[in-house]
């Protein structure tokens, strides 16, 4: 059944995938504008707010024509962790679940590698997506979305080594059969998302069997849409994979090193500049989308020169992010002429919206959380909609 999404309380997901590669509440797609279109904000001085300027004067007036929004609402359902268990029914129809340990103590006899050493027996370990404990994500798309919930887990040996893997999960309201979505292990083959009708609203510990679908390291577990005709709807949380492995001991969860970065407007590569006015003499400075020649002598670079859509992505490349889950801030300035569906935010392919249509004026929103690593892109897209969107600054801060 689909249902309301609750605030994301700073959760974080990882990258989802698209066409096989990882992605995370995300829409994949490709970006034609970039070639040929995309100029960068210089950093210009700016005026600083005058003495009784106090409001935007010419991108006001303009009534809804900018305006976007964004829902800034992540789901957040608590999810506990503990025994894991598969999913079934019993004779009785009712939902069943198997419960299975999740701590070291198993061992079985030493093999040999292929060089001829003698192998340890294998035992029994658990590792951790680095959304671990943050509760549940929330999928609620429609029918056909390439929107997906990634989750990464880090620190499995080599697979040779891996004589028993199992995903575990918490979800909640998976009751779809055959029709609620796939799990991709690290970009592989579609494994169907086990659910029964009887879950409706309800949370279950669940499990898959995964051997051979891991590999040395980094590991990622992608939950798609499904084919049910009225959407996917469901929440997936404490994801990590329970693994009999033959090393001499359970690796230590890599510790994060991760830092706060923020970058500005004017670091930001925007396609379509032309559409984009850069106000850096109101208040410390901003851009927005716009459509009129009205916001013309607004622009501070002299580079506006409107075609009439309001359309053009604002990208900022963060690079070289130690591995970490990072809450992630988008701040702008609100009007309430910005689109009404709400600027949409696509954080290393996972697209939320964040409503900027009200009179809150300057404010930072917060996207939600999510496990990244590497360099990444933040995209505030106004491609979608004939509305305005504004942006100040971008930020990322490892929680």
Not at 18 to 35: K, L, Q, W
Not at 189 to 215: C, F, K, R, S, Y
């Amino acid at each position: 059944m689909r249902s309301l999404s609750a605030g994301l309380s700073r959760m974080s997901l990882l990258v989802g995938l698209c066409a096989g590669a990882g992605v995370s509440v995300s829409a994949c797609a490709e970006d034609p504008e970039r070639e040929g279109t995309a100029a960068t904000f210089q950093a210009s001085a700016s005026a600083g707010l005058a003495s009784g300027e106090g409001s935007e004067g010419s991108e006001e007036s303009e009534g809804s024509g900018d305006s976007e929004t964004s829902e800034g609402t992540s789901d957040s359902a608590t999810g506990t962790s503990g025994a894991s268990a598969s999913a079934g029914t019993s004779g009785s129809g009712e939902p069943t679940t198997t419960t299975e340990p999740t701590t070291a103590g198993g061992s079985s006899t030493g093999g040999s590698s292929g060089s001829g050493d003698v192998l340890p027996p294998a035992i029994a370990c658990s590792f951790q997506s680095l959304t671990y404990g943050s509760g549940l994500f929330e999928l609620d798309v429609d029918k056909g979305s390439k929107e997906t919930l990634s989750f990464l887990i880090p620190g499995l040996p080599a697979p040779e080594l891996v004589t028993e893997a199992t995903l575990h999960f918490r979800g909640y309201d998976i009751d779809h059969p055959g029709e609620e979505g796939d799990v991709h292990m690290n970009g592989g083959a579609a494994i169907p998302l086990p659910a029964n009708a009887g879950w409706d609203n309800q949370e279950h510990a669940l499990q898959l069997d995964i051997l051979g679908e891991t590999v040395a390291g980094d590991n990622s577990a992608v939950f798609t849409a499904g084919t049910f005709s009225g959407g996917t709807f469901y929440r997936i949380g404490d994801v990590r994979i329970e693994a009999m492995a033959q090393v001499e001991e359970c690796p230590e969860p890599p510790e994060s090193m991760g830092e706060e970065v923020i970058l500005d407007y004017h670091q930001a590569v925007f396609t379509k500049r032309h559409n984009w006015v850069d106000r850096c003499d109101f208040n410390g400075g901003y851009a927005y989308t716009a459509k009129s020649d009205e916001h013309i002598p607004a622009d501070c670079e002299g580079l506006y020169a409107p075609d009439g859509t309001r359309q053009g992505k604002a990208i900022f490349t963060f690079e070289d992010l130690a591995p970490a889950t990072y809450e992630i801030g988008v701040r702008s300035r609100h009007t309430e002429n910005r689109n009404p569906k709400g600027a949409l935010v696509i954080v290393d392919g996972e697209s939320k919206r964040i409503k900027q249509n009200d009179d809150k004026d300057f404010v930072e929103d917060i996207w939600g959380a999510k496990a990244l690593s590497g360099t990444i892109e933040v995209i505030i897209d106004s491609t979608q909609e004939d509305a305005s969107d504004s942006v100040i600054h971008v930020r990322v801060t490892p929680i």
